[in-house]
């Protein structure tokens, strides 16, 4: 008892955040409040009588009373005959038989020991308020709680038992999951990265064309994460899937767009970019607003976590058209600026003849 008084003054102490000036008088006031049984704390009053009768509502209720029925018969007891059982009261009062008077009692002396233990860390928080000469919200309801702990294990200076923890639950289980997902994600995107580029090399057998083909791609990428910082919204399972599909609809886009360019560079260099937008792109278009109206309805759900699914997808495969269209065409005019040089060099010739 001892111990466990001062392990209550010293948490006091440090989540008080100052140390006490009487702190011996404190120990002994925490001490005398520990040594006493809860029974000691149970004062029977009409109070009392209706806080036990609440916390048995439910068995009450079951057999057809009600609660102040209940809280009647106990503050009769508790004043006229606390010497009488309890479940003889009850089956005088409510004629009950032996067996339900002997349930209901039972229930009913449960409640009163946890009231008994209620009203016991209420009284040590009372004191301690007085001490410290403040009220103490539910912050500190942990250290009180302690007073009715009925065992302590007191730690030995020679004991030879070695004793390791570790955290777990809820919070370090989606912690853990949620480090490992992400640690995944890095490296699931640095081989599509380079699985995709090498793809789209063997397909456009050129590399800087290749490499002008994935700016888009990755700014589109790169602009998913930067929305997610923006509107604060977390990586989780959900939310982690949005770059791998932005890599997926920015190739896809940028593949239509080029084979497109190229055939219309062929044909007509002057007018390759309007043909090209006016064809193939406004597909992409027509592509990207049909998805996104459909993904974006995810945003009007009830989870959370699809909600913020649904609104950033939506969001990304709109952004991937806009990079394909207003940047794409940019860079490809700088790549293949030597054919657009060729074709008026041709055509001046042709005008001078």
Known sequence: QKYLAET???????????????RQDVFEKVLTIVEKPESDFFTKDAEAAENVAQGASLEIEDLGLTVN?????????????????????LIRDFEFDEGTAKYLADVLSYSIEQVGRREKMNFLK???EQIVGYPLNDE???????VLDTQVYMPDEDGD????????????????????LFTEQQRSMIVAFAVIFLLVWLQLKNFKRSVFA????????????????LFKIPLNVATLMVASIAI????????????????????????????????TGRGMILNSLAVSCGTYVMALGPISMMRSFGALMATILLLAVVYTL????????????KKFTREENNNTINNMN
């Not at 209550?8 to 009487?22: G, R, S, W």
């Not at 994935?214 to 910082?229: C, D, E, K, R």
């Open 248 to 279: 997926g609809a920015g190739i896809d886009y940028t593949i239509h767009f080029i084979y497109r360019w190229n055939r219309e560079l062929e044909i007509d260099p002057k007018n390759a970019l309007f043909n090209t937008v006016t064809s």
């Open 214 to 229: 994935y700016i888009p791609l990755a700014l589109t990428v790169y602009t998913s994460f930067g929305i997610m910082g």
């Open 126 to 128: 009372s004191e301690v």
């Open 8 to 22: 209550i003054v010293k948490d006091l102490e440090i989540f008080l955040n100052q140390p006490f000036a009487n």
């Open 69 to 89: 029925d209940v809280s009647q018969t106990l503050q009769n007891w508790f004043a006229k005959n606390p010497s009488i059982p309890l479940d003889q009261v």
């Open 326 to 337: 207003f940047l794409l065409p940019l860079l490809l005019s700088i790549c293949d600026r």
């Open 161 to 180: 038992t070695m004793v390791s923890y570790r955290l777990t639950g809820s919070p370090i289980i989606n912690d853990t999951i949620n480090s490992r």
């Open 140 to 146: 500190y309801q942990f250290i009180f709680y302690q």
